[in-house]
Structures are given as structure tokens and as C-alpha cells.
């Protein structure tokens, strides 16, 4: 049966500093490093292997997935890099300090630009310190001035049908390496929780969880790894 396990990326600079991230390209802390080793240690331990690994085109994500690599001695497993798994577009959110943000505009108010199904962040102003258009690596891609999750979803499954779902379906193991809001979009379906369910479940940072999958990649079981 095919077996699938996601994993955030461990903690990253700007989680530590309770910033709005997004797609602003920012690495792991210390802390996130030895969370993705430990990772990988677990996922060793407890028997699990791939045969291909998905991530991001964001460096918190790519390390995440290299260090548990290397963690399990399996860092020559082929990978894939997409920009449809990165975060969600923060938007105009992106570098600010989430509880500044929540002073200056009301708790209420950054709730719902953080965890409304539909509602996205104000736009990124063109040709602000966070603006990623001139990024070599998104070359051709049309950048979301914003995103909610309904919108980060849209990218995210298109993507899981076109090329994850055909990897699990041939019968290979898969490891995602992705980013909060990525990953809870993928667990939104493959789970079937609702809309307005889905904001509230929290992906905690550097912790596997396995989806055992039927044939047809309905979910029989979904766990973390770590004792919760």
C-alpha cells in the first residue's frame, strides 16, 4: 500500500522571530536544523524509506528535506522541486512582526488574514524590500501579489494529481518536504475536512506525518511520528 509522510520544514528564522514569512526565502535556525535531523533519525527508526521526495523552491523546505536525508542515509533519492508546494503569499503581511501586525489593525483583524479559508492578506506592493519577481528561480511564474489558503490550495492540488498522486499510485514512497500552509492544503484533501475546519489544524514545525494510503489514495490512516 502506498505510504506517504509530509513534513514542515523545522523552525526558520523568521518563525523564531515571529514574522509573516511567505514566499520570502528565509533559512532554518539551529533549532529547525536539529528538528529536520531528527526527522530523519525517527523516520529510520521506525522503518520508513522512499523512492522520490518532493519539496519547495524555498530553503527552509530544501534543507528540511536534505538534512533527514542525510539523517536516514538517503540523500541520492531523486527530487523534485516545485514552486506550487512553497507557503502561502503573504502579501503585504510578508516581514512584518505578527504581533506588531496585530496592534496596529486588531487581533481580530490578522486573524482573519491569517486563518480565514478565503480571504487573503492586503496585495504586495510591487517593488517592496519582499518582492520576489525578480528571483531568478520564479523565471516565467505568475507571482500572487497574495494568497488564502483557498488560493494556495488551487495551486497545491493540481500539482498532487499531475505528478504526486502517479508516484504513489505506481506504488512508491513518497516524502513531502513543504511549508504550513502547503501541506495543510494536502491534508485538507486527502483527509476531507472542511472548509472551515481546515484553517484551525496546526502543522507543527520538523514532525512526520504518515498518511497510509488505498490504491486509490483514500486515506486509511493519518499519524505523527512523535508521541502526542
Same mark, same amino acid.
Given at each position: 500500500m502506498?505510504?506517504l ?5 523545522g ?5 523564531l522571530?515571529?514574522?509573516f ?10 533549532q529547525?536544523e536539529?528538528e529536520a ?8 527508526a521506525?522503518?520508513l524509506? @522512499?523512492?522520490f521526495? @518532493?519539496?519547495?523552491?524555498? $530553503?527552509?523546505a530544501i534543507?528540511? #528535506?536534505?538534512?533527514?536525508?542525510e !539523517?536516514?542515509?538517503?540523500l541520492?533519492?531523486?527530487?523534485? &522541486? %516545485?514552486w506550487?508546494l512553497?507557503e502561502?503569499?503573504?502579501g503585504? #503581511?510578508?516581514? #512584518?512582526? &505578527?504581533?506588531a $501586525?496585530?496592534a496596529?489593525?486588531?487581533?481580530e483583524?490578522? &486573524?482573519?488574514w491569517?486563518?480565514?479559508?478565503d480571504?487573503?492578506p492586503p496585495?504586495?506592493?510591487?517593488g ?6 525578480g528571483?531568478?528561480r ?6 500572487p501579489s ?11 492540488l493540481?500539482?498532487w494529481?499531475?505528478?504526486?498522486a502517479?508516484?504513489?499510485k !505506481? ?9 504550513g500552509?502547503?501541506?495543510? !492544503?494536502?491534508? &485538507?484533501?486527502l483527509?476531507? =475536512?472542511? %472548509? ?6 496546526? =502543522?507543527?514545525?520538523g514532525?512526520p506525518?504518515?498518511?497510509e494510503l488505498?490504491?486509490? #489514495? $483514500?486515506a486509511t %490512516?493519518r499519524?505523527?511520528l512523535y508521541?502526542?
Open positions: 502506498p505510504t509522510v509530509l513534513i514542515r520544514h523552525q526558520s528564522v523568521w518563525n522571530e515571529n514574522r514569512t511567505g514566499w520570502w526565502d528565509v533559512d532554518l535556525t539551529r529547525g536539529i535531523k531528527a526527522a530523519g533519525e525517527l523516520m529510520a521506525k522503518g524509506d @522512499f523512492d521526495c @518532493f519539496t519547495s523552491l524555498q $530553503t527552509r534543507k528540511t #528535506l536534505n538534512l533527514a536525508l !539523517a536516514m542515509g538517503r541520492w533519492l531523486p527530487v523534485e &522541486k %516545485d506550487r512553497n502561502r503569499h503573504y503585504g #503581511l510578508t516581514g #512584518l512582526d &505578527k504581533a $501586525t496585530a496596529r489593525h486588531g487581533a483583524q490578522v &486573524k482573519i491569517r486563518r480565514s479559508f480571504i487573503p496585495p504586495q506592493q510591487p517592496g524590500p519582499y518582492d520576489v519577481t528571483d531568478r520564479y523565471a516565467g511564474i505568475a507571482i497574495a494568497e488564502s489558503l483557498k488560493d494556495t490550495i488551487g495551486r497545491v493540481p500539482y494529481e499531475a505528478r504526486i502517479p508516484e504513489l !505506481a506504488g512508491r514512497r513518497v516524502v513531502i518536504s513543504a511549508h500552509n502547503s501541506l495543510r !492544503a494536502l491534508v &485538507k484533501h483527509s476531507g =475536512i472542511p %472548509d472551515d475546519e481546515i484553517p484551525t489544524i496546526e =502543522i507543527p514545525t514532525e506525518i504518515v498518511y488505498a490504491h486509490d #489514495l $483514500t %490512516d499519524y505523527y508521541e502526542r
